[in-house]
């Protein structure tokens, strides 16, 4: 047993102290910080999948309304009665709706009226007003008769929250009942108002029923502020509007017109119907009729009820005036009407030529038009869009009206049949809407690309005078002086320049964009369901192009530091050194010139500047070197062309 006695022994001895060996000094971990990494995007889900497609388990709700109104032209004053028929189609149980109240931003202490100067364009110039709400009940729940029961709400702003009777369970219905009033406003924040003409008040209406705000898989309720400078996010649905305005009126509005053996003479009637099938224009009310009593039905009464009806549209508008010029034109069984006031520009009798160009270009080179008329209004707004319709301010003309035309009706690819958020992400319709107008221009023109449009040059003027702001910025956000540069001209300058010089081939583009408006028609896309439609359908990785433009103010700068040769015993090789300072890199067009005149244009491809922003370029010339020009063509919005250009002493 000794063996045991030993162990136990050398058991109980004290355990001697070894020293540890240091540990290896590791490095820094440090993430990739490169302009080239991944762009972090939301996680991809069955709703909305990591390709930029809606996913198999895509939900929207739908909002249907019924609504009958009248216009009293002595207080300016609408009133009307709403029946709104709301579907959840969400996987959740809502026990309130958020209403939007557009109107009350002109009340006196609304927060649109304490951010913006009385006199600011998305302002009301003084005016106060917003609606009185005179009764919102429940009608329906769940297929369910439920009588008309009050609704308690709470009032916060341009937002009303509508609490419920009982639950709306997914799949479930509301059916809302709601009466209101409000008075027009003169100025109604460029978007919407009245003017007065010598033949009477030209009136142009949106913004102007209460309407369900949307409840989405992305943020739930979307119940940002009306503030003016932002637009707006809008569910689909059917639209059932009846107008009831002063018998001499005409009326124009989102649809198609239910009654025109009512509020149409038979002339008239006649000569929309000669319009439809015409490629030029055709007079419904010439110039010599208007206000003339034979252009409005005879009998008895001193009103008329317009009846409309609109299908699957995010929003409803129109227009009524006693003192239109009417014409109209046709193209592929959609209704060209053009309608304003005698006092107009001159050039507005070529709008219904302007919009029926507009309509047929967007149509064959981007979506096919999905309705029965596009209309477009002179009046008091300067440029404003709708379903079907659009506002343009009656003092532009010619080429104005017509880049303010081609601008309001691209609105109808972007966002009402895209239907992004405007208020959060309005670079996603003002910005794409900015860049198909520049296809628009040169198509109707045939000239270069309109000025303000997708131009390198002018954008590198402003970026280098930081006139700039991210177009991730929501609109309310960006500086009132820069939101033209932000959402409009700087987004479209960046797909122009994704197209004619990243990509560089613009049928593989123009199948991708059009993929994107394809999977998106009737939803509600986000940021990164664009980025990675395009990436998906383009087959390539554009993070750091979309990091660098839409996410921060990064600049273009590309440089030619020397250029040197080298010579071994292969022969002689002319090294040219390009560097990138600028934060955004791009791919490299270089122009080279030899001693004998002669020029090569060299492509490289963005990836040169993967491993820093310095590069090499190395080839075997016959000839000498005497100039090396980056992009002479001037296809980048360069900051700093100075840099641009080697030439041999």
Same mark, same amino acid.
């Given at each position: 047993?000794?063996?045991?006695?030993?162990?136990?022994?050398?058991?109980?001895?004290?355990?001697?102290?070894?020293?540890?060996?240091?540990?290896?000094?590791?490095?820094?971990?440090?993430?990739?910080?490169?302009?080239?990494?991944?762009?972090?995007?939301?996680?991809?889900?069955?709703?909305?999948?990591?390709?930029?497609?809606?996913?198999?388990?895509?939900?929207?709700?739908?909002?249907?309304?019924?609504?009958?109104?009248?216009?009293?032209?002595?207080?300016?004053?609408?009133?009307?009665?709403?029946?709104?028929?709301?579907?959840?189609?969400?996987?959740?149980?809502?026990?309130?709706?958020?209403?939007?109240?557009?109107?009350?931003?002109?009340?006196?202490?609304?927060?649109?009226?304490?951010?913006?100067?009385?006199?600011?364009?998305?302002?009301?110039?003084?005016?106060?007003?917003?609606?009185?709400?005179?009764?919102?009940?429940?009608?329906?729940?769940?297929?369910?008769?439920?009588?008309?029961?009050?609704?308690?709400?709470?009032?916060?702003?341009?937002?009303?929250?509508?609490?419920?009777?009982?639950?709306?369970?997914?799949?479930?219905?509301?059916?809302?009942?709601?009466?209101?009033?409000?008075?027009?406003?003169?100025?109604?924040?460029?978007?919407?108002?009245?003017?007065?003409?010598?033949?009477?008040?030209?009136?142009?209406?949106?913004?102007?029923?209460?309407?369900?705000?949307?409840?989405?898989?992305?943020?739930?309720?979307?119940?940002?502020?009306?503030?003016?400078?932002?637009?707006?996010?809008?569910?689909?649905?059917?639209?059932?509007?009846?107008?009831?305005?002063?018998?001499?009126?005409?009326?124009?509005?989102?649809?198609?017109?239910?009654?025109?053996?009512?509020?149409?003479?038979?002339?008239?009637?006649?000569?929309?119907?000669?319009?439809?099938?015409?490629?030029?224009?055709?007079?419904?009310?010439?110039?010599?009729?208007?206000?003339?009593?034979?252009?409005?039905? /005879?009998?008895?009464?001193?009103?008329?009820?317009?009846?409309?009806?609109?299908?699957?549209?995010?929003?409803? $508008?129109?227009?009524?005036?006693?003192?239109?010029?009417?014409?109209?034109?046709?193209?592929?069984?959609?209704?060209?009407?053009?309608?304003?006031?005698?006092?107009?520009? /001159?050039?507005? $009798?070529?709008?219904?030529?302007?919009?029926?160009?507009?309509?047929?270009?967007?149509?064959?080179?981007?979506?096919?038009?999905?309705?029965?008329? $596009?209309?477009?209004?002179?009046?008091?707004?300067?440029?404003?869009?709708?379903?079907?319709?659009?506002?343009?301010?009656?003092?532009?003309?010619?080429?104005?009206?017509?880049?303010?035309?081609?601008?309001?009706?691209?609105?109808?690819?972007?966002?009402?049949?895209?239907?992004?958020?405007?208020?959060?992400?309005?670079?996603?319709?003002?910005?794409?809407?900015?860049?198909?107008?520049?296809?628009?221009?040169? $198509?109707?023109?045939?000239?270069?690309?309109?000025?303000?449009?997708?131009?390198?040059?002018?954008?590198?003027?402003?970026? /280098?005078?930081?006139?700039?702001?991210?177009?991730?910025?929501?609109?309310?956000?960006?500086?009132?002086?820069?939101?033209?540069?932000?959402?409009?001209?700087?987004?479209?300058?960046?797909?122009?320049?994704?197209?004619?010089?990243?990509?560089?081939?613009?049928?593989?583009?123009?199948?991708?964009?059009?993929?994107?408006?394809?999977?998106?028609?009737?939803?509600?896309?986000?940021?990164?369901?664009?980025?990675?439609?395009?990436?998906?359908?383009?087959?390539?990785?554009?993070?750091?192009?979309?990091?660098?433009?839409?996410?921060?103010?990064?600049?273009?700068?590309?440089?030619?530091?020397?250029?040197?040769?080298?010579?071994?015993?292969?022969?002689?090789?002319?090294?040219?050194?390009?560097?990138?300072?600028? /934060?955004?890199?791009?791919?490299?067009?270089?122009?080279?010139?030899?001693?004998?005149?002669?020029?090569?244009?060299?492509?490289?491809?963005?990836?040169?500047?993967?491993?820093?922003?310095?590069?090499?370029?190395?080839?075997?010339?016959?000839?000498?070197?005497?100039?090396?020009?980056?992009?002479?063509?001037?296809?980048?919005?360069?900051?700093?062309?100075?840099?641009?250009?080697?030439?041999?002493?």
């Amino acid at each position: 047993m000794l063996t045991n006695v030993l162990v136990v022994a050398a058991l109980q001895q004290p355990v001697p102290t070894l020293a540890r060996p240091p540990a290896p000094t590791l490095p820094i971990q440090v993430g990739d910080t490169s302009q080239f990494r991944r762009l972090a995007l939301p996680t991809p889900t069955l709703i909305r999948e990591g390709s930029g497609r809606p996913g198999p388990r895509y939900w929207q709700q739908r909002a249907d309304y019924t609504i009958h109104a009248s216009l009293d032209t002595a207080t300016h004053t609408i009133a009307a009665s709403e029946t709104i028929r709301y579907t959840n189609n969400s996987p959740d149980t809502l026990t309130y709706l958020w209403l939007q109240l557009d109107q009350n931003i002109y009340r006196a202490a609304s927060r649109g009226a304490a951010i913006n100067p009385t006199d600011a364009r998305f302002a009301g110039s003084g005016f106060e007003g917003g609606y009185t709400i005179q009764y919102i009940r429940a009608v329906r729940r769940a297929g369910q008769a439920a009588g008309k029961i009050p609704l308690a709400t709470a009032d916060n702003g341009t937002m009303l929250r509508v609490d419920l009777d009982r639950p709306l369970a997914p799949g479930g219905r509301a059916e809302l009942e709601l009466g209101y009033r409000f008075e027009v406003p003169e100025h109604g924040s460029d978007r919407m108002g009245r003017e007065r003409f010598p033949g009477g008040w030209l009136y142009e209406v949106a913004e102007w029923y209460p309407r369900l705000a949307v409840y989405d898989d992305v943020r739930g309720w979307n119940t940002e502020q009306y503030l003016g400078q932002g637009e707006f996010y809008l569910e689909y649905g059917d639209f059932d509007v009846a107008l009831t305005v002063p018998r001499s009126f005409v009326v124009a509005a989102t649809g198609t017109l239910l009654n025109p053996l009512e509020v149409l003479t038979a002339p008239q009637r006649a000569r929309l119907a000669q319009a439809l099938r015409s490629d030029t224009t055709v007079a419904v009310i010439a110039k010599t009729e208007v206000g003339q009593t034979f252009t409005r039905p /005879a009998g008895p009464g001193p009103t008329l009820t317009w009846h409309y009806s609109a299908k699957n549209v995010r929003d409803v $508008a129109w227009a009524a005036a006693p003192n239109f010029i009417w014409d109209a034109s046709g193209y592929a069984g959609v209704l060209i009407q053009s309608l304003y006031p005698p006092e107009a520009n /001159a050039g507005w $009798a070529r709008s219904t030529e302007y919009a029926r160009h507009s309509i047929k270009h967007y149509s064959e080179k981007w979506l096919r038009y999905p309705y029965p008329t $596009a209309i477009n209004i002179g009046g008091p707004v300067g440029g404003m869009e709708y379903p079907m319709i659009v506002f343009c301010g009656h003092r532009a003309g010619d080429r104005n009206l017509f880049g303010v035309t081609t601008h309001e009706l691209g609105h109808e690819w972007f966002p009402m049949i895209v239907g992004s958020n405007e208020r959060l992400y309005a670079w996603m319709d003002e910005g794409f809407n900015s860049f198909i107008n520049i296809y628009s221009g040169l $198509a109707f023109y045939h000239d270069t690309v309109p000025p303000g449009r997708g131009s390198a040059s002018q954008w590198a003027a402003q970026a /280098a005078a930081g006139r700039d702001q991210p177009p991730m910025l929501a609109a309310d956000r960006v500086n009132a002086g820069l939101l033209g540069n932000v959402e409009y001209f700087k987004p479209a300058t960046g797909l122009y320049l994704l197209r004619q010089h990243i990509i560089g081939d613009t049928t593989r583009f123009d199948a991708a964009f059009r993929e994107y408006i394809r999977r998106w028609a009737y939803k509600h896309p986000t940021p990164a369901d664009f980025f990675r439609s395009m990436e998906d359908a383009l087959g390539e990785d554009l993070s750091w192009f979309w990091r660098g433009w839409f996410y921060r103010t990064d600049v273009v700068d590309l440089a030619v530091d020397s250029v040197r040769v080298r010579q071994d015993s292969s022969g002689t090789a002319t090294r040219v050194f390009l560097s990138s300072p600028g /934060a955004l890199p791009m791919p490299v067009d270089l122009r080279v010139t030899f001693a004998n005149g002669s020029v090569e244009d060299v492509h490289l491809p963005v990836e040169i500047w993967w491993l820093g922003n310095h590069y090499v370029y190395e080839r075997k010339f016959a000839v000498e070197v005497t100039k090396v020009e980056i992009d002479p063509g001037q296809n980048v919005p360069d900051v700093r062309r100075e840099n641009n250009v080697w030439t041999k002493p």
